[in-house]
């Protein structure tokens, strides 16, 4: 993006490439906020945590369901939209950008792999881990792939 100094001739593509590097670094952000210190200690920390299993939810749809029963109620409704909706750019970034990632499988790989590092990382952050906000990430991160294909099938008509 330097050397062809966008801001001279404004480029779709590097413009949506800003927007997603912009959209990265704000989601890194917020998915990284927690207790840091020395790595040596968020090892024994996460260790701790691993052994007691505190903070660490693992059944699938357990929070989900809380939530689901919770409806109407605003913390219920931004949780699952938030965790949803939230990755939703990731998936529609990647086709959008890179045409590796507009087929099923390299795209729902990347999808799950940027769930999956923000949920293990966490462990290590004092936050909670849990297997539904993965489920949630990666079902709005293919949403958003899936939009990409729609918008993409819409426009060729």
């Known amino acids: 993006m330097i050397l062809?100094?966008?801001?001279?001739?404004?480029?779709?593509?590097?413009?949506?490439?800003?927007l997603f590097v912009a959209y990265i670094a704000a989601l890194l952000v917020m998915a990284l906020e927690g207790d840091w210190s020395a790595p040596a200690d968020m090892l024994a920390s996460a260790r701790e945590r691993l052994a007691s299993l505190k903070g660490i939810h693992l059944t699938p749809f357990e929070t989900i369901g809380g939530q689901l029963a919770a409806l109407p109620s605003d913390e219920s409704l931004t949780q699952l939209l938030g965790n949803t909706v939230l990755f939703m750019p990731w998936g529609f970034f990647l086709p959008l950008l890179w045409e590796k990632f507009r087929r099923l499988l390299p795209v729902a790989g990347m999808c799950l792999a940027l769930t999956v590092f923000i949920e293990s990382t966490q462990l290590f952050l004092g936050r909670t881990v849990d297997v539904d906000d993965l489920?949630?990430?990666?079902?709005?991160?293919?949403?958003?792939?899936?939009?990409?294909?729609?918008?993409?099938r819409l426009r060729k008509e």
Do not use: C, D, Q, T
């Open 135 to 152: 489920l949630l990430n990666f079902l709005g991160s293919m949403a958003g792939a899936g939009l990409w294909h729609l918008i993409r």
């Open 4 to 18: 062809r100094k966008p801001w001279k001739h404004p480029a779709k593509r590097e413009i949506a490439l800003g």
